[in-house]
């Protein structure tokens, strides 16, 4: 059997190669790599893929939620209420702008954020909240917009794992991912759901003036080459990964359905188990699984990985460390036990290989070898 892997990002390109290698010389004979046509155009396909305004490319996704919070006029102390089980990119940007992160827990089956929680964190110095879209199903956007109407704050939706989710609002309207709130953000980092061969990302708006002070800060702050209005930062998609981005884009959605797949095997072989939880699914949300992870009941997680290995099956843990344990973020406001959900996924939580070119020869066989070590 082919060696297993969490993300099959050579599988994939093989099926595309033709596509892709005609887009990338294409690139290359024009030498329009910055800011040139396919960057233009990726931009539109995106736009138009999720029903939003705007759409500004950057560099990566940590940068969109930097350039995002930048655009808000967000002053240092002002307090951002975010996730405590995320990717530390999240709270990084908080912290690097010097405004005050306010962690706040998670909702146990879902892993996104607790919108009762939140609501618990505001203050009169709160003005944002980042809701993440964590594996790639959207928090609770409904009841999230509604608290952050009330106390006027911003919302900043973290997309970088959730492109293609859809969510029903409460009128029935269905939107994606990332166009709920003030500005969504996303990454195209290779393994993220629509991934390019290198580092990309991009907001996401609805409104005008955001959308051209954001293009302005990611350009250096210029609107007009040499002429500087606001301090900004050098951020950029490249057009080789807008040429790749662009083929990407149009099997995103079957992609999502082979990632969907996946997920129905996994729960239907490991649904009602005493030993694992199955990710639960939020009502009003798609689930495209960036990842597929069970939460541990009982198990000695490094035994069942180091078993798990032996028998060629990867596996990893998103994510160990809770935010307020980290050396960075450490914090005198928080200690152990002050978010007891997140506390109990960091040390239980096991991610399973999900990926687009996974066969039923894959899956039945991580599927015994995981059966295999809950049932000892
Ligand atoms: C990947 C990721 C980011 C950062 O994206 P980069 O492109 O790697 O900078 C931010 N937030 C979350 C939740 C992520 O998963």
Redesign the pocket.
């Known amino acids: 059997m082919r060696k297993l892997a969490m993300v099959d990002l050579i599988g994939q390109y093989e099926k595309i190669k033709p596509e892709i290698d005609k887009a990338i010389l294409d690139v290359l004979a024009s030498a329009a790599f910055i800011n040139g046509p396919e960057v233009k155009s990726f931009q539109a396909e995106l736009e138009k893929y999720l029903g939003v305004k705007h759409v500004i490319p950057c560099a990566?996704?940590?940068?969109?939620?930097q350039i995002a919070m930048m655009a808000l006029g967000l002053q240092p102390g002002d307090e951002v209420i975010t996730a405590s089980f995320?990717?530390v990119?999240?709270a990084e940007v908080i912290a690097l702008l010097k405004l005050k992160p306010v962690l706040v827990d998670v909702i146990p089956g879902t892993f996104t954020i607790d919108p009762v929680a939140f609501e618990k964190a505001i203050t009169s110095k709160t003005k944002a909240v980042v809701p993440?879209h964590?594996f790639c199903q959207c928090a609770q956007m409904d009841k999230i917009m509604d608290i952050a109407k009330q106390h006027n704050l911003f919302v900043i939706e973290?997309a970088?794992?959730a492109i293609g989710a859809d969510y029903v609002m409460p009128n029935g309207a269905s939107v994606k991912a990332g166009t709920i709130g003030t500005i969504g953000?996303t990454?195209?980092?290779p393994s993220?759901n629509l991934g390019c061969y290198g580092?990309?990302?991009a907001i996401f708006t609805n409104d005008d003036d955001l959308a051209k002070k954001m293009r302005m800060i990611a350009n250096h702050g210029q609107s007009v080459q040499y002429y500087h209005d606001e301090i900004g930062v050098n951020s950029r998609l490249d057009s080789i990964q807008a040429a790749i981005l662009r083929i990407k884009l149009r099997h995103l959605d079957a992609y999502a359905a082979a990632r969907n797949s996946v997920a129905s095997y996994y729960d239907k072989a490991f649904a009602n188990h005493p030993k694992v939880t199955i990710p639960a699914r939020e009502t009003n949300s798609t689930h495209v699984f960036?990842q597929y992870t069970l939460v541990l009941n009982g198990c000695d997680r490094v035994a069942m990985r180091e078993f798990l290995a032996a028998k060629g099956i990867p596996s990893m843990i998103y994510y160990p460390v809770p935010l307020h344990f980290q050396k960075a973020y450490t914090d005198p406001r928080y200690k152990a036990g002050d978010f007891p959900v997140t506390e109990h996924l960091c040390a239980n939580v096991i991610s399973l290989p999900i990926h687009t070119e996974m066969t039923p020869a894959d899956l039945e066989f991580i599927v015994s070898g995981v059966l295999e070590f809950i049932n000892k």
């Open positions: 990566n996704g940590t940068d969109a939620l995320t990717y990119a999240t993440v964590l973290d970088a794992q953000s990454s195209f980092f993220k580092d990309g990302g960036h």
